[in-house]
């Protein structure tokens, strides 16, 4: 008979202090108890909290665990389901008929294609950075302006729309926001995107969106999916840019190693993918009785899945809390796994590629102008994880 569980009591709030890049440490302690806990949502109604790789991995690509947004078992009333389009948030067959139209406009051959664009508009924000000299902030100056410009290229987004759409963004994914607040910016974005696409619908351009409108797609439908890939193209990728600037200033020895070995840009990414896993935890909910890790998880019972801890687990990659650019660390969980797995993985990681080799080597002595204690974090509660701003300088030339 198993011993009885491990409980995390609460969603931990914080991070220990002086390890910023670190899951919370009550994760990481219930994770070495093992890979699933019981644990209590916000709301009181009875889950679990799974934390170990083999388990998340299990779940997420496991039918029998759903996405659908109506069957959450958070809070005691019953949630609506997701918008039209908002894929993220539903099962089959629904999730393949606004996926599948996108799959083959996110192929890493034609996220290649677009590797000059991405170093122009990379360039641009550098010599930008150089002309006004240190210190800058990195999160404003880098971070935010290279996949924000790119996404809405992309899809489509007039250039003198970026900055209203971008504050929007930060306003509804920050999580520093009140509700009031957050239900106004998700309003104002849907007002814009519902613009956006009728402008499409009347006047094509070259871009997603108006390529999306010559399909069976509704105007609801086209208006949730452009919000999945404008909030998850930009937000997450400029959190990892900035964040990930602040771990490699963080561990010299790495950095040099990158800085020395252009030809480890591509490992030292997916490393970094896997040691700060931004977008930390998602839900789904069992449709019927499920053993894992040694226990039932009864049908309509939603579990947490924490991405950060799996990704530092001692199981599948060894010595998982340092961070080694030389590392193997394909097989992380960053951009999910199985039918849900990031469709824009591909673009995510030329933009990163792009960007951190560009910065190291425009900025030699690119160095924090601030203690790393100084350097402000997102709160826990942003659905992804990162640093508000991020001080930095250089020797100017």
Known sequence: MNASPHTVAALPTERRSGCPFDPPAELLDARAHGPISRYTHPGGKPGWMVTGYDAVRSVLADPRFSSRKDLMNVVDFALPPAPPGEFLLMDEPDHSRYRKPLVGKFTVRRMRMLTERIERITADCLDAMEETGPPTDL????????????????????????????????????GEVSDEELIAAYTATQEYLARLVAAKRAHPTDDILSELTDSDLTDEELKGISLILLAAGFDTTANMLSLGTFALLSHPDQLAALRADPALTDGAVEELLRYLTVAKTFHRTALEDVELGGRTITAGTTVVLSYHTANRDPGRFADPHALDLGRQAGGHLAFSHGIHQCLGQQLARVEMRVAFRALLDRFPTLRLAVPASEVALRPESADIFGVKSLPVAWDAR
């Open 139 to 174: 999160v404003t100056a880098f971070a935010k302006p290279i996949p924000t410009i790119v996404i809405c290229e992309i899809l489509g987004v007039p250039y003198e729309d970026r900055a209203s759409f971008q504050e929007q963004i930060d306003m509804f994914m920050g």
